[in-house]
């Protein structure tokens, strides 16, 4: 009997020891919410702020927003910066108010995203 004790706390102490070296590799990879890669900070923001300027210098000229991003090149921005968090991709659109929605959503075909709403003039986040 205290051969099976001495046996099962061996295991135990190796079981632990594996959790501790693998949990972190495991996580380490993940940002504090759990997600792949690091959360949206001050990059994205700048990126997303002269694309930001570039739609309210176009929507002075026409009275409008443009129907695509690509549309503000050459003339009112050089290049569409790349927002270097989740998909790394610009979704936009202009709703039917008139007003657009920017956003980066965190995987392709997941909700969890990260947008700008000229309506607002806000940035928010569903994580």
């Known amino acids: 009997m205290h051969h099976i004790n001495k046996q099962i706390i061996e295991i135990l102490r190796i079981c632990s020891y594996m959790v501790l070296l693998v949990l972190p590799l495991l996580l380490g990879s993940c940002n504090k919410n759990g997600y792949p890669g690091d959360p949206p900070g001050l990059e994205i923001?700048?990126?997303?702020?002269?694309?930001?300027?570039?739609?309210?210098?176009?929507?002075?000229?026409?009275?409008?927003?443009?129907?695509?991003?690509?549309?503000?090149?050459?003339?009112?921005?050089?290049?569409?910066?790349?927002?270097?968090?989740?998909t790394k991709t610009w979704e936009y659109w202009v709703n039917e108010d008139g007003n657009y929605q920017l956003?980066?959503?965190?995987?392709?075909?997941?909700?969890?995203?990260?947008?700008?709403?000229?309506?607002?003039?806000k940035w928010a986040a569903d994580f």
């Open 45 to 86: 923001s700048v990126a997303a702020n002269e694309i930001i300027r570039a739609l309210d210098m176009y929507k002075r000229g026409h009275s409008h927003y443009p129907d695509k991003l690509e549309c503000l090149m050459p003339t009112y921005i050089k290049s569409i910066p790349i927002p270097t968090w989740g």
């Open 103 to 121: 956003l980066v959503r965190l995987q392709n075909d997941r909700y969890e995203r990260v947008w700008y709403s000229s309506l607002t003039g």
